[in-house]
C-alpha cells in the first residue's frame, strides 16, 4: 500500500538485489532497472492518487514514451539500492521524470531521464494534461545532470535480427510490454560481448504499439560497435528506435 501524500515532490524507494535477478556478470540487468523505473514512477504517481487505478475511471493511463539511462556502473548481487525520482517540468504534452540510481551507501551511480503522455484508452490519442495541478505544484528543480535524449534518426543497418511477438511479449494493454522490447535489443549482443563490456548510456525512443503474432525486425547499425543504433520493425511499421553506448568493463 503506497501512503497518499499529494504534496510528495520526490520519491524513494529501495531495493534488494537478489542472485535471482542478475545478469552473467552477477549484476542487475538492464530490463530489470527498466523495471524499476516504471514501478517507482507508478508508486510517485500512486502517492498522488493519480496512478493507474484513478485514471482508468476516465478511462486514460500514463504511456511511457522516451528513456535515457546513464549508468557508471550496475548494482551488484547482495547489494541494496535506491531509485529517486522527481518531476523535472511539463507541458500539456508531456511529463519529464527524473531518476537518481544509488547504491547502499548512498553514492550515486547512474541517472534516467523519463518521458510519460497521458493518453485515452479507447482513441489512443494524447490527452492534455497543462492543467493538472497535482504535477504543476510537485515541479522541482533538483537537477539531472545527463544528457536529454539525442534525435534518433533513421540509419543503414549494417546486419538484421528477426523475431515473432509471442504471448509472453504482450502485456495488460493487448501490446508488446516496453521491457521486452529492450530485452530483445540487449539480446542482439553475443554473452562475450557483453562480459567484456556494459551498456553506459541507453537511449530508447517508442514509436508506435506492436502486437502478438506481429514479425518483428531488428536493425542493428554496429560501424561503431561502443555506439549502436537499432530500430525494431514489425509489419514494415518502426516501433521502437534506441542506441546503446558501451563502456569496457574494469579488469
Sequence with gaps: MIES???????????YLSAGECNPQAEMP????????IEVATNHANSWGVGYARLIEDGQGWV???????????????????????????NRHFSQ?????????????????????????NTRESVDISKLGYIARNVTPH??????QSRLRPFEPTRTENYLFR?????????V???????????????QWHAQHFIHRMEIAFVKEAYYDSEAQILIGDTD????????????ITRARSRFIFQKRPK
Design 177 to 191: 510490454n516496453t521491457v521486452r522490447y529492450l530485452e530483445h535489443l540487449v539480446n542482439t549482443f553475443p554473452m
Design 167 to 175: 504471448y509472453t511479449d504482450i502485456d495488460f494493454n493487448g501490446h
Design 30 to 37: 538492464l530490463t530489470l532497472l527498466m523495471n524499476r523505473i
Design 225 to 236: 560497435p561502443m555506439n549502436v543504433r537499432l530500430d525494431i520493425n514489425a509489419d514494415g
Design 64 to 90: 511511457l514514451s522516451r528513456v535515457t539511462i546513464e549508468m557508471q556502473r550496475y548494482p551488484r548481487v547482495d547489494e541494496w539500492y535506491s531509485l529517486t525520482t522527481w518531476i523535472e517540468d511539463y
Design 143 to 148: 537537477p539531472c545532470p545527463i544528457e536529454p
Design 97 to 121: 521524470r527524473n531518476m537518481e540510481i544509488a547504491d547502499g551507501q548512498g553514492n550515486i551511480i547512474g541517472y534516467a531521464r523519463t518521458i510519460w503522455v497521458v493518453i485515452n484508452l
Design 5 to 15: 501524500n499529494p504534496n510528495l515532490k520526490e520519491y524513494k524507494q529501495a531495493f
